[in-house]
């Protein structure tokens, strides 16, 4: 079985600063990576994915993820926030050929501070 | 068509009542799921279909039935619920594949309360 840790709950940041959100996860076998983005009183929607190839995963809204096999890691990266980013965001895993079964982390809430 | 439309997006209901939660994708996806999102907590899954079979149900308790009429339509059928119950109920379709993942789509949700 695989498990994902977002080692914070909460990451307050200012407006225009950058932010690191991180993820990491455990697993006996090869896994996908995402990262899923939640505003408040929606769904999720997805923010980016690692299948294979470039460990540099590039997503929407200007964030972007890195593959680190070595240190099971996967964490979500902005240059420069805004304050429409303040929302909810879960790292997920799902294992190589066994479909399609997200595990997903425990959530960080990404505040952003004008 | 990029959508998973979910209806009613609010819901209040009593102890005693029968409802249901509808969820419609037209992408083609033949896996469709049933999440519930307490607040401040991550989904966790109820039910998968796979080619509208039931192919996973996380022991989930029997006043929550689901049911897959066709390829693209999944409904969550509502009994008996207590207010433990009260949640986000997000439902999510993807492609079948065992050598990829594509990534789940998520509807907006059903915002539950059971009075």
């Known amino acids: 079985a695989q498990s994902v840790t977002q080692l914070d709950s909460q990451v307050p940041v200012f407006e225009e600063a950058p932010v690191e959100l991180r993820c990491n996860y455990s697993?006996?076998?090869?896994?996908?990576l995402f990262w899923y983005v939640q505003y408040p009183n929606q769904g999720l929607q997805l923010l980016l994915k690692?299948?294979?190839?470039?460990?540099l995963v590039k997503g929407i809204n200007g964030f972007e993820a890195e593959f680190n096999k070595s240190q099971t890691s996967f964490h979500l990266r902005k240059p420069s926030v805004h304050i429409s980013d303040t929302a909810e965001y879960f790292c997920?895993?799902?294992?190589?050929?066994?479909?399609?079964?997200?595990?997903f982390g425990g959530g960080t809430r990404l505040m952003v501070k004008p | 068509d990029t959508e998973v439309t979910q209806t009613p997006k609010h819901l209040v209901m009593g102890m005693t009542n029968k409802k249901s939660l509808k969820c419609e994708q037209h992408?083609?996806?033949?896996?469709m799921y049933w999440y519930k999102q307490k607040a401040k907590k991550p989904p966790e899954l109820m039910f998968v279909?796979?080619?509208?079979?039931?192919?996973i149900n996380e022991s989930v308790p029997s006043r929550f039935s689901p049911e897959c009429p066709n390829s693209s339509l999944l409904n969550l059928h509502l009994h008996a619920l207590q207010p433990e119950d009260s949640a986000l109920y997000l439902c999510?379709?993807?492609?079948?594949?065992?050598?990829?993942?594509?990534?789940?789509?998520f509807g907006s949700g059903t915002r539950l309360t059971v009075v």
């Open positions: 997920a895993v799902s294992r190589n050929n066994a479909g399609n079964m997200l595990t």
């Open positions: 697993s006996s076998v090869s896994v996908y």
């Open positions: 992408m083609g996806h033949r896996a």
């Open positions: 999510a379709s993807s492609q079948v594949s065992r050598d990829s993942d594509y990534g789940y789509t």
């Open positions: 690692y299948l294979s190839g470039s460990t």
């Open positions: 279909y796979s080619y509208e079979k039931l192919s």
